[in-house]
């Protein structure tokens, strides 16, 4: 099969020349005649809208991962977008083009590529458990780069570890409308710097791809990613496809677009009014059969002008439009919300679609019409590509409506600034043809923006996931969006009493909506706002403390803020809101143990001989110099389930069951009577006290082991309110263990242990009668390794043992 082929069947049309090029090479035959792939490098694609960059990076992905099964390419694509409509559209289309290759979560993965959604409250499925497989991975740049930061949003953080160092080892990056991503770009640039760093080096290659019609490429060089002395490596239309005569690019490309401004302007003295005159234009200008778009920079002006359009009016009780034909797109929905604005928006035929920046990249809808807000010239340049995007109309139009403000400072201007939209009007002022050409002649300054910029020594603290003594975490929102853009989300419940139960279930995806730090400042400030977040630690929901990007939030149903045909509002006065129940599940929690209570008794020798083999299977493909650790790891792994406290709970007094050591228990569910118990701290320590001081990689086999549940990595300390031994007020005490606790020995095939008495005093500083103490062995690895490999090499002995568990559910 060649790539022409390979392309058409995928996409039911032939490639494009540029397309070609991504999959096959410099030299690779333009009509897609061939057959052997190209070498997988970081680089910029610069392509207009409409001509398939999408489809051109995933589907040069599988030829060459999938198809050509090269090993030059990652086995992981990580899709990353600004907007969450953007990553449903894409997943839907990759959907598409894979076809019988899709793996459907349940059958063998082997053969089969994963296909991954990583948003707020959707559940992912259990990629990071096949880290041998090819997957790809579509998400919001909020829900990937802060797990490639190890902190991810949205996500149990005893999980943050594993996607840390999958997506940060063999994968292919793709930043796409990275005009749209503020310091995420910054962010992406460092991380590429790092990954090629060999102090910080990665498992397998992982490039980046950064993807735009209106790419700032100085914006990626930065302190460790510098410019190379010949410029960045880029991928663009060359002169032939620009010029030749009825080829297809050009004909987008040149697709007409008449430009001209509107006679009404917003201001303070048309503020009042706006909506209601906006909507007139709109109902005088939209030609029926076809798609209008309105463009304007807020939520809150979407919305009123989305309700002028669609209230039915007091005396004649008939709307201005029909509503069935309206459609209002922000991104300030509950997703079950907006799906039926959405499929308007993609359907055919006559239709208005109200809308914000939401719409301004990657969305695929070509309008006839297209009224906007003024709003930075690179905004404009990706709204102006929503109109006549596939050169269908004759007769398409762009009309701009400018903000008249009182100074730089007037709220009428926001999100945007004074200087970036006095460039773009002077731009337009002489503009009255947008085709794609038209306007990639127009050269508008760039007002310099001063970002932040993660440095090494931030990315090597953010490897250590122990939150400081008050339960914070170190804070990358300003890594992840700008300032203003950083989001926390709601979900809204109908309690019986004054607050949540701790059993009130955690969220599902349908529920969620995204909104600004900001706006829930100021909504949960106040006065009849009730409002929670989960306490991992303490098990329980707890008030609400100053909002946290990337947090969620449970809101009482009665304190409003949403409507469900306009999304969040903040009002608290809510005219329509309903509110989902979802069934009690198992929430996030420090001594929760929910892959040990499977309602199947296994012995602690069984389990781990399946933990030992799906390790050697790993290993054999992803890590041979370190096969001989992480099986010895793994072999460890569970001996500190013997210990008396861990079996009474599986037991739970059921006499039958004793004589034997318990990995998995029958039971529904249990609670060790000592708070915050860590049965795999148990194993480490113990692992270290029997093992040889020159035993081959002593301090990585005790990591690995610790570390296979995410929850005792680089340091150990007691909990929050733990309580030690009451008769004993001096003895060392943390996750559970005490010092001197006692296991009890522990044999089966492969492995014989002795009976063990357990040190704590590895937690102290300095060294101790068994070596150094745990913080020191800890650090050097995490800088003997780097983050990254070290991350991966946790990664794997957790995935082999969420896999043997899953076999013992299933």
Not at 206 to 233: F, I, K, N, Y
Not at 365 to 393: F, K
Not at 592 to 620: K, N, R
Not at 711 to 723: A, C, G, H, N, Q
């Amino acid at each position: 099969m060649t790539y022409a082929q390979f392309f058409t069947q995928a996409t039911s049309h032939a490639p494009y020349a540029y397309q070609c090029r991504l999959a096959g090479g410099e030299n690779a035959d333009p009509q897609g005649g061939f057959e052997q792939g190209a070498d997988c490098q970081s680089q910029l694609i610069h392509i207009p809208t409409g001509l398939g960059k999408t489809s051109a990076v995933v589907l040069a992905w599988l030829w060459n991962r999938v198809h050509l099964r090269s090993e030059k390419w990652p086995r992981r694509l990580v899709y990353c977008l600004p907007m969450r409509t953007l990553v449903e559209q894409t997943h839907e289309e990759a959907k598409k083009w894979l076809g019988d290759s899709l793996w459907d979560g349940h059958g063998p993965h082997e053969g089969k590529v994963g296909l991954h959604l990583l948003m707020g409250g959707e559940d992912s499925g259990e990629w990071d458990v096949y880290p041998e497989e090819n997957a790809i991975l579509i998400g919001t740049q909020d829900m990937l780069l802060s797990r490639a930061l190890n902190r991810g949003y949205g996500m149990s953080r005893y999980r943050w570890p594993m996607h840390f160092g999958l997506l940060n080892n063999d994968c292919l990056w793709v930043m796409d409308e990275t005009q749209l991503m503020g310091v995420g770009v910054e962010t992406s640039a460092q991380l590429d710097g790092f990954r090629r760093d060999g102090a910080m080096s990665t498992v397998g290659c992982c490039p980046t791809w950064w993807m735009s019609a209106t790419l700032e490429d100085s914006r990626l060089a930065t302190v460790d990613h510098p410019m190379p002395a010949d410029g960045w490596q880029r991928l663009q239309l060359s002169p032939e496809e620009m010029e030749e005569p009825r080829s297809r690019p050009r004909e987008l490309i040149g697709a007409k677009k008449a430009v001209s401004p509107c006679k009404l302007s917003l201001s303070h003295g048309t503020k009042a009014e706006y909506a209601k005159n906006l909507v007139a234009v709109v109902i005088k200008q939209h030609q029926p059969g076809t798609l209008t778009l309105v463009v304007v920079n807020r939520v809150g002006r979407a919305q009123e002008i989305y309700e002028a359009l669609t209230t039915p009016d007091k005396k004649s009780k008939q709307s201005l439009y029909d509503p069935a034909r309206v459609a209002l797109i922000h991104s300030r929905f509950r997703p079950k919300d907006r799906l039926r604005h959405e499929e308007l928006l993609f359907g055919d035929g006559d239709r208005i679609v109200i809308a914000t920046q939401a719409v301004e990249a990657g969305v695929d809808v070509s309008a006839r019409l297209l009224i906007t807000e003024l709003a930075p010239w690179s905004s404009l340049v990706q709204r102006i590509g929503r109109c006549n995007r596939r050169a269908e109309y004759s007769d398409a139009e762009v009309i701009w409506v400018d903000l008249q403000a009182k100074d730089a400072t007037d709220a009428l201007l926001l999100p945007y600034a004074a200087d970036d939209l006095n460039s773009a009007r002077s731009a337009l002022a002489g503009t009255t043809d947008a085709s794609p050409q038209s306007l990639g002649n127009i050269q508008v300054p760039k007002t310099p923006v001063v970002r932040p910029v993660i440095r090494r020594r931030d990315l090597v603290d953010l490897f250590d996931t122990t939150p400081d003594i008050c339960g914070q975490d170190l804070d990358i929102s300003r890594y992840i969006r700008d300032g203003a853009d950083s989001d926390v989300q709601f979900f809204w419940r109908d309690l019986e009493g004054d607050s949540p139960a701790d059993t009130e279930p955690p969220p599902e995806r349908q529920e969620l909506c995204r909104v600004s730090v900001g706006d829930a400042v100021k909504f949960l400030g106040k006065e009849k706002t009730s409002a929670w977040v989960w306490n991992s630690l303490e098990r329980k929901w707890q008030s609400a403390p100053k909002p946290r990007p990337g947090a969620v939030y449970l809101i009482a149903a009665t304190s409003g803020g949403y409507d469900d045909a306009l999304g969040w509002t903040g009002e608290p006065k809510t005219k329509r809101l309903t509110t989902l129940r979802p069934p009690e599940r198992d929430k996030d929690a420090h001594d929760s143990d929910s892959d040990t209570f499977l309602q199947s008794w296994q012995s602690l020798g069984d389990h781990t001989l399946q933990v030992v083999s799906a390790t050697d299977a790993l290993t054999s493909c992803l890590a041979r110099d370190w096969a001989e650790a992480l099986r010895t790891a793994a072999l460890w792994h569970d001996v500190g389930k013997a210990h008396a406290e861990f079996q009474v709970m599986l037991r739970n007094g059921d006499p039958a069951r004793e004589g034997t050591l318990w990995a998995k228990s029958a039971e529904l569910t249990g609670k060790c009577k000592r708070r915050g118990f860590r049965h795999e701290l148990a194993s480490a320590l113990a692992w270290l006290v029997q093992s040889p001081a020159d035993a081959t990689d002593r301090a990585l086999v005790a990591y690995l082991i610790a570390s296979h549940h995410g929850k005792v990595r680089l340091s150990i300390r007691s909990l929050p309110d733990e309580k030690g031994d009451p008769q004993d007020p001096e003895r060392l005490f943390a996750r559970g263990i005490w010092q001197g606790d006692v296991l009890p020995a522990v044999q089966f095939d492969g492995l014989a242990v002795p009976e063990t008495t357990l040190d704590l005093s590895f937690m102290r500083m300095g060294e101790g009668a068994h070596g150094p103490s745990w913080l020191a062995r800890t650090i050097g690895l995490r800088d003997r390794f780097g983050p990254f490999r070290l991350a991966f090499l946790e990664t794997l002995l957790r995935a082999a043992d969420a896999r043997a568990s899953r076999k013992v559910q299933n």
